[in-house]
């Protein structure tokens, strides 16, 4: 458990090195190409630290704006608090705030950059379709994120994937913008304004990918991690494995989700392409969970 | 060097008898804070028991050897409580059982079982249950943590120092541990 913890604070620092790395690089690339001297890397190198901080102090805020989440009221959803309430006396840990996220799709998800800053967010639809046991064994799950500082690694590359990803749209919208004004006001120029347009394009291409193989790296073998986990805590398998199973049958989409927190919920919450073919292969490679079917039999086993 | 040698011996004993005594106290402190939160879960369920004895009364007023039964049973646990864990752990499993009792009651009462006010206290009285068993494990895994740190070799040569005695666990129902029976 403590090897755990240890190893995503570790990760946690390389992904923020490798951010900053990353935008640095971007920034000398358009310094070497414009020639606009220093003041570019200063620049970059102010925004990237002053990005890495707050998703440091900010990403739990964030990854629960993006989910459009509400803080669950104690009287309105008793049970839900007194289930965490209980989850977390027996793991240990302080209660985090919990949140109500207004969508039929079943799912949860933890985000906070450590116990004492965890927030935990459920569906509505997961409210309706789970039995107390149920319940009790995503919420346990969803805890033993916030236990093993998986949260922190997640919501670290929430903020950090979404600002590559503004950055990618930022570099296209210049790419355009740029090319109208050139031909018409500004012919000399020109020159200055094609290497942001092949920077652009290039960002465009490259971001998807760093984005997905960052959530991939990211994922996949801690949702199983966090079953075995929350086993610890429950004693009670039969609860997460029929709520796995529930969730392996129903085919809702999680519409609250984005590309960028679906490594973050319980069970993916993008539409699965269709199981045939290559380009399915090449999906389930980029694929942010195991298949439930594979947790699920993990979890017999114990 | 040999000198150097000796005196890095010394300071590795030493550095290791700091830690040792540490982590003792550490885990004490742990114990003693995951017994207090039992306590906690206890004392809520104490208070739970008379609005939910008066609840079911208003509906199945004839089955008072039940409420009885759960009345006594919450005294004598109260009565108990503050002599240790080990005392306590009889009085608590028997109201945990007499409580089983009266919600199976309540199962024959559809008007019952239709009252918020009933279904409120059920709820909280579910949550407290699991809430003293949650506690119960986290104290049992801690007093299990302390234990073995003050038997083994050779944190066991600090457990004197640091005033770390061998604590009780808060142990279950012996029925609660044997396979569940279903009847049909």
Redesign the interface.
Known sequence: MYDQVNSNKRRSALLTLGFVAFVLLIATVVQYLMGVGPIAFVIAAVFAIGSAFLSYWKSDSIALAMSRAIPADPSEYPRLHNLVDGLCIGAGIPKPRVFIVEDSAPNAFATGRNPEHGAIAVTTGLLNLMNRVELEGVLAHELSHIKNYDTLVNTLAVTMVGIIALMSDFAIRMMWWGGGRTKRDNRDNDSSFVPIAILGFILLLVSPIIARAMQFAISRRRESLADASAIEITRFPPGLISALEKLRDDTTVTSSASRATAHMWIESPLARVDEEGKLSRLNRLFDTHPPLEERIAALREM | MGVIIAIAVIVLIGLFLVMAYNGLIRLKNKVDA?WA?VEV?LKRRYDLIPNLVETVKGYAAHEKDTFEAVVAARNSAMTASGSGPAAQSGAENALSGTLKSLFALSEAYPDLKANTNFL?LQ??L??TE??I???R??YNGAVQELNTKIQVFPTSLVAGMAKATAREYFKTDEAERGPVKVQF
């Open positions: 995951a939160q879960q409120n709820e909280e579910t949550a699991d809430k068993a949650y506690s494990q986290f």
